[in-house]
């Protein structure tokens, strides 16, 4: 059984930044960040693989977030510059067995961290 937690979302104006963090109890293998606005489907934002070897980024954060991770702390992060209105979602990590941009294919799933990006 694997156990997500993700922290540092916040209220941040437009062209702010943030860096989400996320710490996994049991073993992890890739690791991905999605959001999901009010009324809108989960979609995918970052993923990075299990020795941070490999990494995806959605196009719309592409350039702008940086996914990262420190196994030995089993720990991954979402460092997000540049904020812009529609970045506004509930942000979760997860993990699964390879970097994928489906939610369907991560198997564990965080509680979910707030951002908000004031314009």
């Known amino acids: 059984q694997v156990q997500l937690v993700e922290s540092g979302g916040g209220l941040v104006q437009a062209g702010g930044s943030l860096r989400l963090s996320c710490a996994a109890s049991g073993r992890t293998y890739a690791m991905g960040w999605f959001r999901q606005a009010p009324g809108k489907e989960r979609e995918f934002v970052a993923a990075i693989s299990r020795f941070g070897g490999t990494t995806s980024y959605a196009d719309s954060v592409k350039g702008r977030f940086t996914i990262s991770r420190d196994s030995a702390k089993n720990m991954v992060f979402l460092q997000m510059n540049r904020l812009r209105p529609e970045d506004t979602a509930v942000y979760y990590c997860?993990?699964?067995?390879?970097?994928?941009?489906?939610?369907?294919?991560?198997?564990?799933w965080g509680q979910g961290t707030q951002v908000t990006v004031s314009s």
């Open positions: 997860a993990t699964g067995s390879r970097v994928s941009r489906v939610v369907g294919e991560y198997d564990y």
